[in-house]
């Protein structure tokens, strides 16, 4: 291999590598921020916010504070250095009485003299004292003596020796005099005035998000078959929108399923008058050997005929409300001992969940039906949790092959190599049952069952 070839595959694997690290990086920032539109709308407001004051107080130290800082401090120590010259200047003023008297009428200071040997060691420097390290500079840089100061004993004044020939100046300056002291306030008010624009933006932020939200839950609530009477459009003009745009999808659903439904109630009384007929001339007939499987064949088409009609009905016309499961699933298992086969119930969690009960009947009396139709003993399981019912419907029959269970539910489907081929029906009730799940905003699931045959899974909203 040459080097080139060398050199062109450790570039193709660096480029994999930044690749691999940049989805890496990209999953890893998406899992750490949050989901919400609150929240992000609110992370939108406060990381500008928190970046902006970051550098206006960075700014403010940096320049103002620090600056301010420097000239004060450099004054105090001209003064100091001044008295120095005074003192050296004068000696012929035993008492330094004059010395005092200037310092403290005309430079705010208040100055007094120690023995030569009154000069302490020096201390440790506070970590973040930057009046400390701004005086200590210019001391050295403008008297260029030996000193010692003390910028923390004491609150108010700053404590000064500085060692001449003879003695030691002890200087007490004001700390205000040498440090931009009330520049605390300006950090105390931009993070004062930031949380009070955040509180309001906070405020604000949930009642812009609010309209969404009751958008959604109607949303929702339409969509499981519930009643949405009292939502109306509010919020900012895009979210009122929305919200007309969901209003009027409503209507035009509604009027659809109504004439839908006018529709079949009228194909279906006219399909009923018919078949009637039949019966009643099958009775006048008699005991004819034909006359009975033509009642059979009549009584088949009256029941396919039903099926077609709650197909293409779905059981809309419902209202939904609070329905006892545990004893719906107790009414199931006795209808299937009632034809002869072994059933079981048991459920877990609260009973009571929101539902069209019929309908909601309807789908797992399908599925249990079919159960029964290929099976002999049948476990009826149900299980409620916070967020979602679940029920699970187990049989001991032949199963369906795993490619088939998702064709189950296409209407007028029969698998007669997977079910008993010589068992009637229109094909149409696992159909019935996935529609009527949907419609509560669930989903029906066909698996492997413990018992060795098929379980179908039910699980909806609550």
Known sequence: ??????????????????????????????????????????????????????????????????TVTKHLSQAVVQDIAALI??????????????????????????????????????????????????LSRQLSRQIARPFWIDTVGRSNLVEIRIKL??????????????YASNSQIFIFWMLG????????????LRNQIRPILTLADAAENFGKGRDVDNFRPRGAREVRRAALAFVEMKRRIERTMDQRTTMLAGVSHDLRTILTRFKLELALLGDAPEAE?????????????????????????EQSRPTDMAQALEELRSDAERHGHAAT????????????????????????????????????????????????????????????????????????????????????????????????????????SPLGGLRAAVRIPV
Not at 90 to 108: C, M, S, T, V, Y
Not at 193 to 203: D, E, P
Not at 297 to 310: F, I, T
Not at 434 to 448: C, F, P, Q
Request: aromatic fraction near 8%; hydrophobic fraction near 45%.
């Open 293 to 317: 499987g033509m009642r059979k064949d009549v009584d088949e088409m009256s029941a396919m005929l039903e099926d077609y009609l709650a197909f293409a009905r779905g059981d809309s016309g």
């Open 193 to 204: 005035t930031s949380a009070i624009l955040l509180i309001v933006a906070v405020l604000f």
């Open 345 to 448: 119930v048991s459920f877990e969690g609260e009973p009571v969940v929101t539902v069209r009960p019929a309908s909601f009947k309807r789908c797992l009396a399908n599925l249990v039906s079919n159960a029964a139709r290929y099976a002999n003993a049948i476990a009826i399981n149900g299980y409620r949790d916070n967020r979602w019912l679940t029920i699970t419907i187990d049989d001991d029959g032949p199963g369906i092959p795993l490619h088939l269970r998702e064709e189950v539910f296409k209407p007028f489907l029969r698998l007669d190599d997977a079910r008993n081929q010589d068992e009637g029906g229109s094909g149409l009730g696992l159909a019935i049952a996935r529609d009527i799940a949907r419609s509560h905003g669930g989903e029906i699931t066909l698996g492997d």
């Open 85 to 134: 010259d005074v003192y050296k200047t004068f000696p012929q003023d035993k008492d330094r009485l004059k010395l005092r008297n200037i310092a403290q009428d005309r430079l705010g200071l208040v100055v007094d003299f120690l023995p030569s040997n009154d000069l302490p060691p020096p201390g440790p420097k506070p970590f973040f004292s930057l009046l400390d390290q701004t």
């Open 1 to 66: 291999m040459s080097t080139l070839d060398t050199g062109i595959s450790l570039i193709r694997t660096a480029s994999r590598g930044m690749s691999t690290f940049n989805g890496w990086l990209g999953r890893s920032f998406k899992e750490l921020m949050p989901k919400g539109l609150y929240a992000r709308s609110l992370l939108i407001i406060i990381v500008p916010m928190v970046i902006l004051q970051s550098v206006v107080a960075f700014v403010f130290m940096e320049r103002h504070w620090n």
């Open 165 to 178: 020939d003879d003695t030691v100046m002890r200087i007490y300056a004001q700390r205000s005099a040498a």
